[in-house]
């Protein structure tokens, strides 16, 4: 992925090169954020003048529905988010205006799921009056989201005091499928890295992590029955993530409510996978011999399939979610057509010279596989564009970013559920506000039935991992992604980037002070608490 994908980027090479130039003139206008409002913006939300405070050492909690650990977890780490450490005592007494608040009361209805599933219960309502502050909400995953709204309306006016408006919310996503891509193979990306993308991600409330996790590049993801293949195809032995790992990136997004989706992409993408298991990988020939050099797996042998079963095997119990990503892009045909076997066995299925038929078969092969191990399966769009027969349960991600929306038109069409994220490329940066690109893309805009736009399930925001690693992943990422995230949240309507520009400033301004090396998206201008590190 990513590699082919034509970069439409329009360099200023002039202002860059000379460090200065006559854009630059422009760019004197700041955005003045936005206070206490939130982002994404809910489905509705208004509020109103009355102004109550809240004493941060008398403020908690409370579950008046169900609870578990998830719900738990979310107060405890609310109390540090909004509030910061409680060390300090009380020693300032505000004039009360409309009153104060001492708790939100979460009422979840529904027990808890263990994990968040695609398709899950995200909607909650928000009442802070002087009546009281109530969420309710039917799963604990629209507490979550509700309690991730609450802390953004909160702002701190004093060390222990704070103020909340009168506010009313009633909130659920548009779509159901809202993630983030980060590529683990191009560069290694410490667990640490990825639990903060990850709390990074709940706070825009993002829904799913798509991990690309394996590549051309490396194989950092250990595998209980084939340990050879990080050994031989990680970076080193320090670039890789143990099972213990893994579990621990699954359990931190699960109590954020994000599911896990690992991506495993084959038949193309997979020369790290050739390096521990023998014959996997296709030989390229020139002329009548092996060349040294490997394609794509071989489709033609029964071992490749043997392997890919037990692997699957595997990969289906260790990530808990029911999808996993199987790829299938950017299939190389050359060395296919080099190979003799390959030519013989195109021959004896009766594919004629037609490599999308031999594609396809190995595709076919493998999605048995993988549902044969209870499990669904995402697979990159050239899959169906190539008119294999697919079955409908596989969601379709369109990729290329060429005339895309007629990709989700056509993929839709054929009736397949499809998620878009070729608008999204956080990692084709360029100089300027990039975001406003981002936030008007719109995946429900194309002119397909009602039937077909209902097909369209969600989007995906990515980072490619070529140029970014743990020094920069997150600050090139955030707060691009929360722009991505309040299309796929928010109501269809809202669109105005010049609107939102000072709510995406108080968002950007509100990670920095959260802890997060948020970047400046909008041109010249201050957060009141500025991002630093000890020195
Ligand atoms: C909150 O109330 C104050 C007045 O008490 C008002 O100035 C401010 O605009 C309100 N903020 C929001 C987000 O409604
Ligand atoms: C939120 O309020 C709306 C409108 O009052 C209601 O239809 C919906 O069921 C409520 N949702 C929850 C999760 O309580
Ligand atoms: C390819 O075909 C040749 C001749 O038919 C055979 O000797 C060889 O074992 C085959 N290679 C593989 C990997 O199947
Ligand atoms: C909708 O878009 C598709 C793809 O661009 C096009 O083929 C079709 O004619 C359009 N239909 C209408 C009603 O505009």
Redo the contacts with the bound molecule.
């Keep these: 992925m990513a590699k082919t994908v034509a970069l439409f980027l329009f360099v200023y090479v002039a202002g860059i090169v000379a460090g200065h130039g006559e854009y630059r003139g422009k760019e004197t206008v700041s955005v003045t954020a ?4 939130p982002w994404p913006m809910p489905q509705q939300y208004s ?5 109550f405070t809240i004493n941060r050492n008398a403020f908690k909690f409370r579950a008046t529905g169900q609870s578990c650990d998830i719900l738990e977890s979310a107060f405890f780490r609310y109390q540090t988010i909004i509030f910061g450490l409680r060390e300090e005592v009380l020693k300032f007494h505000p004039k009360l ?1 409309a009153g104060t608040l001492t708790e939100l009361d979460v009422n979840v209805k529904n027990k808890c799921d263990r994990y968040p599933y695609l398709g899950m219960d995200e909607s909650y309502n928000l009442t802070i009056a002087a009546s009281g502050a109530i969420l309710n909400s039917n799963s604990v995953w629209g507490a979550l989201r509700g309690i991730e709204t609450f802390s953004q ?1 909160v702002l701190q006016q004093s060390t222990d005091m704070f103020s909340v ?1 009168g ?1 009313t919310v009633v909130d659920y996503p548009r779509f159901q499928h809202r993630g983030l891509l980060l590529d683990t193979s191009r560069h290694f990306l410490d667990v640490t890295i990825i639990k903060q993308n990850l709390l990074a991600m709940s706070q825009s409330k993002f829904n799913v992590f798509h991990w690309h996790i394996v590549d051309d590049q490396s194989f950092p993801y250990t595998s209980n029955n084939f340990p050879d293949m990080s050994k031989m195809g990680g970076y080193d032995s320090r670039h890789i993530y143990t099972q213990d790992q893994i579990a621990e990136i699954i359990e931190y997004a699960r109590i954020l409510g994000i599911r896990v989706v690992p991506e495993f992409d084959s038949p193309g993408h997979s020369q790290s996978w050739g390096k521990s298991i023998k014959d996997l990988l296709t030989k390229c020939y020139s002329g009548s011999k092996p060349n040294g050099q490997y394609g794509p797996i071989d489709p033609s042998l029964e071992s490749s399939y043997g392997f890919l079963a037990k692997f699957f095997a595997e990969i289906g119990k260790v990530f808990p979610d029911h999808y996993v990503h199987l790829g299938g892009d950017e299939v190389n045909f050359d060395c296919w057509k080099s190979n003799p076997n390959i030519t013989a066995f195109m021959k004896q299925k009766n594919f004629g010279t037609d490599y999308a038929k031999l594609e396809e078969y190995y595709v076919q092969r493998l999605l048995d596989i993988v549902s044969g191990v209870n499990k669904g399966y995402m697979i990159w769009q050239e899959v169906v564009d190539n008119n294999a027969k697919i079955p409908k349960e596989a969601v379709v991600e369109i990729y290329r970013n060429q005339a895309y929306m007629l990709d989700v038109y056509l993929t839709t069409l054929k009736g397949y559920r499809t998620v878009l994220q070729a608008c999204w490329y956080l990692d084709l940066i360029k100089y300027g506000v990039q975001w406003q690109a981002f936030y008007a893309c719109d995946p429900g805009n194309f002119n397909g039935t009602a039937e077909q736009k209902k097909l369209v399930i969600g989007g995906e925001t990515c980072m490619w991992g070529e140029y970014v690693d743990n020094t920069n992943v997150i600050s090139r990422t955030w707060p691009r992604a929360s722009v991505v995230a309040e299309r796929l949240w928010s109501a269809q309507s809202v669109k105005d980037a010049t609107a939102a520009a000072p709510r995406l400033e108080e968002h950007r301004c509100r990670m920095i002070k959260r802890g997060f090396p948020a970047e400046s998206v909008n041109g010249p201008g201050y957060c009141p608490q500025e991002y630093s590190i000890p020195v």
Excluded at 34 to 37: E, F, I, R, V
């Design positions: 936005t206070l206490g409002m509020s109103t003048q009355d102004l205006r309306l408006n506010t």
